[in-house]
């Protein structure tokens, strides 16, 4: 069966980096395209972009360029989602989802369980 | 962007009532139209995808419907479980949105 497995809840000061991993199993993991979602606590879901795990080609929202990387390890059938200059604002839960089909923006169909990210001096 | 905007935020109903959720998008996105349920603490559910499509595993008292910029989630008979917050998503063009959600409460 399809599993989205994230790592482990964060607590970072202001400036710094977080990187949250996301590994996947049940199914061929460079046939289907993983996008990052994050929400605020008490918010609704924002999006933040997208990976290909085949050739790793990315797409970030506009909001979010130059500070999140995202990457993927074929050997461990594992996505990356790294933002730097974290701010208060930054704290949320963040997904990881997988689309439902294999073109890029089609629904999601599978989600990790979530990383608690807490930004606080 | 393409804005996604809910009604009602919060809808207070009883098991067995008909609950109907609206979704509008500020341009056409043809059906390009995805609902999911999320209850406290755990990751969203897709229920419907391309505006009408049941995903898999997901009772029939959920339907979908509406193109364009107009869309509804109903919910044909209310069960105690699906009291939980509902959001649209839209994925017709980059950067994929969400509407604020539609917390679906108990009356």
């Known amino acids: 069966q399809v599993q989205l497995v994230q790592s482990g809840a964060e607590v970072k000061k202001p400036g710094a980096s977080v990187k949250v991993s996301c590994k996947a199993s049940?199914?061929?993991?460079?046939?289907?395209?993983m996008h990052w979602v994050r929400q605020a606590p008490g918010q609704g879901l924002e999006w933040m972009g997208i990976?290909?795990?085949?050739?790793?080609?990315?797409s970030y929202a506009q909001k979010f360029q130059g500070r999140v990387t995202m990457t993927r390890d074929t050997s461990t059938s594992t996505i990356y989602m790294e933002l730097s200059s974290l701010r208060s604002e930054d704290t949320a839960v963040y997904y990881c989802?997988?689309?439902?089909?294999?073109?890029?923006?089609?629904?999601?169909?599978?989600w990790g369980q979530g990383t608690l990210v807490s930004v606080s001096s | 962007d393409i804005q996604m905007t809910q009604s009602p935020s919060s809808l207070s109903a009883s098991v067995g009532d008909r609950v109907t959720i609206a979704c509008r998008a500020s341009?056409?996105?043809?059906?390009?139209l995805n609902w999911y349920q999320q209850k406290p603490g755990k990751a969203p559910k897709l229920l419907i995808y391309a505006a009408s499509s049941l995903q898999s595993g997901v009772p029939s008292r959920f339907s979908g419907s509406g193109s364009g910029t107009d869309f509804t989630l109903t919910i044909s008979s209310l069960q105690p479980e699906d009291f939980a917050t509902y959001y649209c998503?839209?994925?017709?063009?980059?950067?994929?949105?969400f509407g604020q959600g539609t917390r679906l409460e108990i009356k």
């Open positions: 989802a997988r689309v439902r089909d294999r073109s890029a923006y089609t629904p999601f169909d599978y």
């Open positions: 049940g199914y061929t993991f460079t046939n289907y395209y």
């Open positions: 998503q839209q994925s017709s063009s980059t950067p994929i949105t």
């Open positions: 990976i290909n795990p085949s050739g790793g080609s990315t």
């Open positions: 341009q056409s996105i043809s059906r390009y």
